[in-house]
């Protein structure tokens, strides 16, 4: 269906289908379901569908029912509207309402029902099928789980991060992010952007996968517990996950770099490899995941060693320590575990002494795609992160292994001594030949040196799991000389 991005706008016909080819638009910004506030006055007195309650069933590679048959399932199997279903065979009883615990420590309750979302979709990403998707295995779940929603398709690099900048966010009640997870960095970075940050940070989010990586998505598949699944599957696990209304709190990462921006992170910072992979591949971006495959295999051919030093604030450390001095900054939430770049680190981090490196890689979830389990030990405490390095000296076909095995999660029972993990709550990286080349939610960042911390369940989004991890709760210990360490106990 032709659209132009977020331009043209029409009204969707009362059975929720796309509207018909050459239907003229009118003078709006978007597209709206038949429920949607801003185009009520439109169809005043007309009828309206009825929205049944039955979310569907996840998907997984055990289940009989495929995908070609979900959607006439769901239709014939919804019941009233206050109905949800969970895993095949597994009813649950509608029990008394959710509530989520506050970052700030208060409560937060579930999404309300009926609910209004903005969908701001990428119709680029991928393999440029996000918009058939959306119609096809998102909007008829919507419908029936009585969402509502605006959709808006972005035309081009920071379009969802202006939108989201300049628009009364009170409209909606959650705002759905359908591409990978380059447009959900965007959206984060224009929240963080607005004079209302505090506020705006809190707007529940929602991402469905419709990208290259998705590494979002698929980590929040594997929170719900839900198998590992890739493409239409993991779509329809995820808007399942919107239609049962849960949220949960995320961590996010604070980014500080040698010219001075500041930016925020969703998922990881990557240096070395995997930002070449990342960023190289871009142009494969019509095979979808495989372009991720075929890098890997271009840049093996051609292994490079990147020269830099790394240091880090292990989650350990903090927890033996007191609680930082919060500190107030300008703009955006203070770095407390941080000082300047042109500062050396606090005496109680380790510092990894300068050598080289083939990767470095700080993760907030558990995958890094939606078929590379790259954190299979489990969640970090809130406020921590997982940081993985390689160093050189690793041959190719090990580091090929290592790649093979962390479809499932298993590269760490090679035990492999070039590779480190560290859980750790800040870091500082300094490129020693040049500015290095970072990938920072699989988009391009040019710097010098970039540290960052983690800000712990800092906004929200839709999720099985209400709980977040759990804290790092500093405590006191004795009083010793500080001293500067290098690299102890780190897990291989």
Request: hydrophobic share 40%; aromatic share 6%; charged share 20%.
């Amino acid at each position: 269906m032709p659209v132009r991005a977020a331009s043209r706008a029409w009204s969707q016909d009362l059975t929720g289908r796309p509207p018909p080819k050459g239907t003229a638009p009118d003078s709006t910004c978007a597209v709206s379901s038949p429920s949607d506030p801003a185009t009520a006055g439109n169809d005043t007195g007309a009828p309206r569908a009825t929205a049944t309650g039955g979310e569907g069933e996840p998907h997984s590679r055990h289940q009989d029912a495929r995908l070609g048959s979900t959607d006439k399932e769901l239709k014939s199997r919804a019941t009233a509207a206050d109905s949800v279903r969970t895993a095949s065979g597994t009813p649950r009883q509608r029990g008394p309402r959710a509530e989520v615990m506050d970052a700030a420590g208060g409560s937060r309750n579930p999404l309300p029902r009926p609910c209004h979302v903005l969908v701001l979709l990428n119709p680029r990403g991928g393999k440029g099928k996000a918009l058939q998707l959306f119609w096809s295995h998102v909007q008829p779940l919507l419908a029936q789980a009585d969402v509502s929603f605006t959709l808006m398709l972005t035309e081009r690099r920071n379009h969802a991060r202006e939108l989201v900048r300049a628009e009364d966010l009170r409209r909606w009640d959650a705002l759905v992010v359908m591409s990978g997870d380059g447009l959900i960095h965007e959206v984060v970075n224009g929240l963080m952007e607005r004079p209302d940050w505090e506020t705006a940070i809190q707007k529940p989010l929602c991402s469905l996968p419709a990208g290259s990586g998705n590494a979002m998505a698929a980590s929040l598949n594997h929170y719900a517990g839900y198998e590992q699944v890739t493409n239409e599957d993991l779509l329809t696990n995820c808007t399942q996950l919107l239609c049962r209304r849960l949220l949960a709190p995320m961590d996010l990462l604070s980014l500080q770099t040698a010219c001075g921006q500041r930016l925020f992170s969703v998922l990881s910072l990557a240096w070395g490899f995997i930002a070449d992979v990342d960023l190289e591949s871009e142009k494969f971006r019509r095979l979808g995941e495989m372009r991720f495959t075929l890098g890997t295999c271009l840049r093996l051919v051609a292994l490079r060693t990147y020269r830099g030093s790394l240091a880090y604030l292990p989650a350990e450390t903090l927890a033996s320590r007191g609680a930082p001095s919060p500190a107030r900054a300008p703009q955006g939430p203070a770095d407390t575990h941080v000082v300047p770049l042109e500062q050396p680190v606090p005496p109680h981090w380790t510092v990894v002494p300068e050598q080289d490196f083939v990767l470095v890689l700080a993760l907030l979830h558990s995958h890094l795609a939606s078929e590379l389990f790259t954190a299979p030990m489990g969640r970090c405490s809130a406020g921590a992160m997982h940081l993985f390095y390689v160093r050189a000296g690793v041959s190719r076909a090990t580091l090929l292994r290592l790649f093979l095995a962390m479809e499932k999660g298993r590269h760490m029972e090679y035990h492999c001594p070039h590779l480190v993990y560290v859980p750790v709550v800040a870091f500082r990286l300094e490129p020693k030949d040049g500015k290095g080349v970072f990938a920072v939610d699989g988009e391009l960042l040019i710097s010098g040196a970039v540290q960052g911390q983690v800000l712990p369940n800092y906004f929200w989004m839709v999720s099985g799991c209400t709980e977040s991890p759990p804290s790092l709760k500093p405590q006191p210990s004795p009083r010793r000389k500080s001293q500067q360490r290098t690299p102890p106990a780190e897990r291989r």
